[in-house]
């Protein structure tokens, strides 16, 4: 494409897009990720625009605007080590205030809506250690009372519709439980709910999260979903950082339209998915989309090495001076940990069609596309969840086969040394659970790093050895 002075804003008259689909999927969590993923693959499957989304906001509402005043639209960028190339996508059919339960409540009721994604985050299932709901947690409590007592004052689980309702849901779950309660009683038949955040059997952690609420505050409406909900598991991929102003303006010069909300990701996409569609999908496949019976061990191979490796390179990358994942990779201590940590994590990839050794070169070059700027902040945020799916696993499988874990104990000793620096230095601890990490950094030295092994699991402080296997990694990510 030539480059061009004049831009226009970018809309489905600007751009000469038909009009949007029919809606028929609902997404919570409308950020890049999403749109860099399922809204391209459902785009280049439905060629005859049947499959509309809807998609919600989680944290950000005005994503929702950004987006409706482009009338759904966007550019997906995608970049390669040579060159980008710039493609408009016209899945999204609607976006939203992701606080507009009347909204979800109304495409939740309609028999056409067939599907649920997600995208919000590992953090937001609010899942404790155990896998369950943890009702608990402030936000999870709270929801759970607003619904308790909207549900007892409208008699909704009996049929009426109820009276007009005040407040509103901020937990993913609960919001997706005031939708399939409207499902249930305008009895629009059964759905599917697809997790497509980094969680292992990421199926049965939304039916834990949903159905866990479900049990607490309206037993009736737990059993409908035992009935009419297919929860499938997937394990997603596509490297997607924020979009920066740069990347606005750059999609400005090369294709003339003023997009406000492009994304921007890597050529590279897969999707591995497990589990029924009651109410029917589009053909995922066609684009790329893979369907299995069993689906387990390719999360596994996805969560540790590209994950893990992620992580890695987002605590000790940073600790080193790194800003990216492609610079901390041309560090050659961080390359020589992460090696080793994939070397820890295939010991337990061992099924043959997870063809490992390719998986981790095609690894080396997309983590080396230096024209992607993976931030590693952007990374290390929430690592309390991403180190129980990215650490804790492979030292749990290498312990049982007799060996320490070293590895991935490293990866956990980062992340702790790099909280510690974070907190001394008067900065940001940007994880979900700061207020249970804060009090232990108050802590020093072995205290310290038992109390954040503790809170990764409660199991490993009392196993004999892990936590000074971690405690001796400590300390040495400067002085390499
Ligand atoms: C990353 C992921 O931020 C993170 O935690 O590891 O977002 C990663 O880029 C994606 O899972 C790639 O598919």
């Given amino acids: ?20 689909a029919p809606i028929r999927i609902i997404h919570f969590g409308l950020g890049a990720f999403h749109r860099a993923h399922q809204a391209w693959y459902t785009h280049k499957v439905d060629a005859n625009h049947e499959w509309g989304i809807a998609a919600f906001t989680g944290r950000s509402p005005q994503a929702a605007e950004t987006l409706e005043a482009q009338d759904g639209l966007y550019t997906l960028v995608e970049r390669a080590e040579d060159a980008d190339s710039f493609e408009v996508i016209e899945s999204i059919s609607a976006a939203y205030d992701g606080g507009n339960i009347a909204r979800l409540a109304e495409l939740l009721s309609q028999p056409t809506t067939a599907i649920v994604t997600l995208t919000v985050t590992e953090a937001a299932y609010n899942l404790g250690s155990d896998g369950q709901l943890d009702l608990t947690a402030e936000a999870v409590a709270a929801d759970a009372a ?19 309702r005040r407040g509103a849901p901020s937990t993913a779950a ?20 697809v997790s497509c955040d980094n969680l292992s059997a990421n199926g049965t952690a939304a039916r834990n999260a949903v159905r866990g609420l479900a049990s607490a505050v ?7 979903i035992d009935a009419n909900v297919s929860f499938v598991d997937t394990s997603i991929d596509r490297i997607t950082p924020r979009t920066t102003d740069e990347d606005i303006a750059g999609v400005a010069a090369a294709t003339g339209f003023a997009d406000q909300s492009p994304v921007v990701t890597e050529p590279f996409h897969n999707w591995v998915l497990c589990g029924d569609f009651p109410a029917g999908r589009p053909a995922w496949e066609d684009a790329g989309a893979v369907f299995v019976d069993r689906i387990e061990h390719f999360e596994r191979r996805k969560l540790w090495l590209l994950n893990g490796a992620h992580s890695l390179l987002a605590y000790a990358g940073q600790l080193r001076g790194s800003d990216t994942v492609a610079q901390a990779l041309r560090d050659p201590v961080c390359a020589a940990w992460m090696d080793e940590f ?10 043959p069609e997870l063809k490992v050794d390719e998986y981790r070169a095609a690894l080396l070059e997309r983590f080396g596309n230096s024209r992607i700027a993976h931030m590693l902040a952007q990374i290390a ?21 007799g060996r320490p874990g070293q590895a991935a104990a490293r990866l956990i000793a980062a992340w702790i040394d790099y909280l510690a620096i974070a907190n001394n230095d008067g900065a940001d601890v940007r994880d979900a659970e700061t207020d249970r990490i804060m009090p232990l950094l108050a802590l020093v ?3 310290q790093t038992a109390a954040l092994v503790e809170l990764l699991d409660p199991d490993f402080a009392a196993e004999d050895g892990i936590v000074d296997m971690v405690h001796a990694l400590r300390g040495s990510f400067q002085d390499q």
Wanted: net charge positive.
């Fill in 342 to 351: 994939w070397n820890e994590a295939a010991e337990h990839l061992t099924e």
């Fill in 146 to 164: 607003l619904l308790s007592q909207w549900w007892k004052a409208s008699a909704a689980l009996t049929g009426s519709s109820g009276t007009a």
């Fill in 1 to 20: 494409m030539t480059a061009q002075t004049a831009t226009q804003p970018l809309n489905r008259q600007t751009y000469g897009a038909g009009s949007p």
């Fill in 381 to 401: 945020i929430d690592g309390s969840s991403k180190l129980r799916m990215r650490a804790v696993p492979v030292i749990r499988a290498e312990r049982a086969a």
């Fill in 174 to 193: 609960a919001r997706l439980l005031t939708g399939l309660d409207a499902r249930r009683r305008a009895e629009a038949g059964p759905i599917a709910v």
């Fill in 218 to 224: 309206a037993p009736e409406l737990a059993g409908w």
């Fill in 445 to 447: 030295g072995r205290d």
